[in-house]
Structure formats: C-alpha cells, structure tokens
C-alpha cells in the first residue's frame, strides 16, 4: 500500500482549496516533486513541502517549440528519475489525467517497464466550468472535446447537447507561445459550427479563477462573434443546447416512460 | 510584494485552519497574518491579474476595471423538451444544412494572452491514437 514509484497529481485550478490531503501527502512523501505548473501559490507551496526534491519542468517549454516534443522531454525526465530508485510525484495543475499528454504518458510507460504507477483524480478546467456555469452534464448530455482535435478529426456534434471546446485560444497551434497563440483554425471552426448552430446562438467563453476571491470569466457571446471575444490560451468555449433533445416515443413507451 | 503574502497564500492553500480564518474573516485574518496594507488591499481586491504579477514580481498592470456579473446561460432543454413555456426555441439547423456564412472580420485571428499569465499547456492533438484494436 502506497509503495508506487511513480504518482502523478493534480494541484487543481486554484491551488487555494482545491489541493487534496492526499496530494499534500504525496508531494512531501516523494523523493523527487516534479511540476508543471505556473500558478506561483502551487509552485512555492511544492518548494516548501519538498524543499530538496522540488523540480519544475517548466523550463522544457520553449516559445515555437512544438508541445509535444516538450511533453516527451518531461515524461523522459520523470521516467529517468523512476529508473534511478526514486519515488516521483508529477504534478500538474487541474486535474493531472484531463488534457494532459506527459501524465498519462508517463504512467503508462512505467507500467510497461514494470513500476507500480498512479494517478490521483484533480479538479479540472470542466469541473469549475460545471460549477460556475450552474451545468449539469446529466441534463441534455455533454461532448467535450478539444478545439483543434474537433476540427481536423471530423467530430460530429449533437447539437441538442452541451458541448465544450478546450483550448479554443491555441486552435490549430502545436506550439508553445509565452505571449500570443495564433489561432489560424478559427474561420473552419465557426464554418464547421454553423453546420449545427445559428449564428445567433449564444456561446460563452470562460475562464477559472486561479485565486480565492476572484470571480471566473463567463462572457457570453452570440457565435459569429465569437472571433473577437477575446478568448485566451486558459478559455474554455461552451455551447448550450440549441434544440430539445429527439425523443424516441417508442423506445419511452416500452420502458414505462409517459 | 512582501514575501509575507506568498507566504500566507501557501499557509492557506495548506493550512484548513487558516483557511477556514481567512473565509470567515478575511479583513481580520489579513490583519492578523502581519500582512501590509498593500497586501491586504491587493488580495481582497479580486484582480486576477494583478495578483499575479505581484506574486510573480512582475511589473503590475493597470487595475481591472469591476468586473461585469457572469452571464449565466439558461439550459432549459431537459426540463422543456418542447421550449420554455411562452419562449420560442433559437432556430435549428434546417434540414438543407448549414446557415449561410457571413463575411469574416478583416482583422487577423490572433489572440494575445492576458500578459501575466503563461498556462503551460498539456495537450496537443494526436499524440498517440486511444483506439484498441
């Protein structure tokens, strides 16, 4: 019990309040606390609980560089401290296993060569969006999906469904930018959007707060205008439903419903 | 920045009691702490921004102007499968397709990020396929 080699965990949005016990526990434990994050209150607090093992892997990034050349440094680093002996904890902000490639990368490799590996559940971006938006993704469904793997990847909206878009700021870049993304994919975006969609539709461009006593970002914009809403790399883009769901009087009938 | 505050942030992202202090009374809790006006000011301020330059001893930018109130959206889909009572439902798509698409803005696609913050992103697409075959 708790003997893995490798354990990776989220540090959650906003770091105030949304750290777990147990990814406090670990992050003291480990031999070596790898991070990757830029919230400052997460980066101090894992200095401070692991003062001789705190490492950020912050540095692998690099502006124009291709992310997942990036990604592939970090989950090299983390393996190699595994191979060496060492009991790692990765943290990443959010939740460490929702659009997050190093982590369960990472993961999955030292399994394959025969390390005992975990990951920790986190608070996600989409976890506060829930929140903050008052959505239930039990009401109408939701399909999440990310920006530019909606786009080139032929995803088919339900457009009776919730659906949410993450990293509509970074939309067709496979880089890493410190200051401006360009998101050349967004005319095919709002293009393959108004096959489901009115124009008109309301659409909302939302942001978590990273601090206790800030508000989110929820701007609401109607979809054509959605090129100039401002969103940035942190947005999330959700759409609401825009038409009652089908239903199938058929099948409702059979199981009882009226 | 005193380094009191960075200091005091991690206590609460670690410490439930001062937490729970700072919740109930963040006036006193800040007093309490030793933190200076300036500080005190600053966290209760709500600017996102500017929080995080100071933390990050960046050049502090302009002050954010109040922020309006979120606007919430209104799924109503579930409960009024057939529209809300007295509301026409937004028009879905017709059965020939999509709207027609109406002229893009000149202006280029893109988009700054707010200046103080640099997420480091942990996705790009198509890494690795998920598929099990």
Redesign the interface.
Known sequence: MFDERLIVVGTGIR???Q?TLET?AWLKRADKALY???D???E??IK??NPAGAESL?PF?ADNK???QT?NEMIERTLSYVRDGQRVCLA??GHPGV?????H?SVRRARAEGFKARMLPGISAEDCLFA????DPA??GCQTY?A??FL??GRVID??S?VIL??I??LGD?T?????????G??QL??KL?????????V?IYEA????????????VPL?ML??A?????STL?I??????R?DPGIAAAMGFR | MTREL??Y??E???NVDR?AA?MKD?PAALRDAGLSEADQAL??????SR??AT??NLPLPPAASP?PA??????V???????VPGQS?????SAQ???A??Q??A?G???????Y????????????SPYQR
């Open positions: 770091t105030i309040g750290l406090i990757i994050v830029s400052p209150i997460a101090e607090l401070t609980l912050h990034y291709p992310r997942l990604y990443a902000y659009f997050a490639y190093p982590t990368e903050d938006l008052n959505i009401m109408a990310e530019t793997d080139i990847n457009n009776t919730n993450w990293q700021g970074v496979a890493f930018k410190s200051t401006h993304y360009d998101i050349k967004m005319p709002l293009t108004y096959q489901s969609y009115n124009p008109a539709h309301d909302y707060p990273l601090f206790p006593g800030v508000e989110p970002v929820v701007r609401k054509w090129p100039q401002g969103a940035s790399a942190i959700y609401p439903p825009a038409a009652p769901p239903s | 960075k200091d942030m991690v609460l992202a670690s937490l700072f963040a966290l209760q301020s709500g600017d996102q929080i995080y933390l990050r922020s979120p606007q919430l959206p209104t799924v889909a579930a409960q009024y499968p057939y529209g439902a937004a028009a879905a798509p397709g999509a709207y698409m109406p893009w803005p202006a696609y893109g988009y700054a990020q707010p200046s913050y640099a997420p480091p992103l942990y996705y790009v697409v198509c890494p690795y």
